[in-house]
């Protein structure tokens, strides 16, 4: 139950971030693109890199921290099912460009982020 209340609060915190990321983020573009989503998810991408490759390193830290984080937290805080249904409305009002941009930013810029993340990671620990 302990491991549950912790994925949860941790769920509950990624999801309020995520909101206010996006919004901070809608506030300041005109919503040609879904720029919001795309930056939730990469930054996303990052730091869920951080969390994997920190915890690997850490082997201390409790399961239930890494459940929480990882888990919890940042999956609520990406936004993989909003990218699923704003590319299919690009699509569907013939934005292909717009939709295939939306693609390949969230899916080769999140992998970046994750290699990122590593390297950032590796590099903390090395020193």
């Known amino acids: 139950m302990k491991i ?13 971030c995520r909101h206010m990321m996006s ?3 809608a506030r300041n573009y ?3 693109f879904p720029f919001a989503t795309l930056i939730v998810n990469v930054f996303g991408c990052f730091l ?12 201390h830290l409790s399961p239930a921290i890494k459940l929480g984080l990882g888990t ?14 704003e590319t299919h409305n ?5 934005e292909q460009m717009k939709a295939f941009l939306n693609v390949g930013g969230n899916l ?20």
């Open 4 to 16: 549950l209340a912790i994925v949860g609060l941790g769920g509950f915190l990624g999801a309020v």
């Open 23 to 25: 919004e901070f983020v």
């Open 30 to 32: 005109n919503g040609v």
């Open 48 to 59: 869920l890199g951080l969390c994997i490759f920190f915890l690997e390193k850490n082997t």
């Open 72 to 85: 919890g937290f940042l999956g609520a805080f990406t936004t993989f099912s909003t990218f699923g249904v």
């Open 90 to 94: 690009l699509l569907t009002q013939g």
């Open 108 to 127: 080769f810029l999140g992998l970046i982020a994750v290699f990122v993340a590593f390297h950032f990671v590796e590099t903390i620990c090395q020193s």
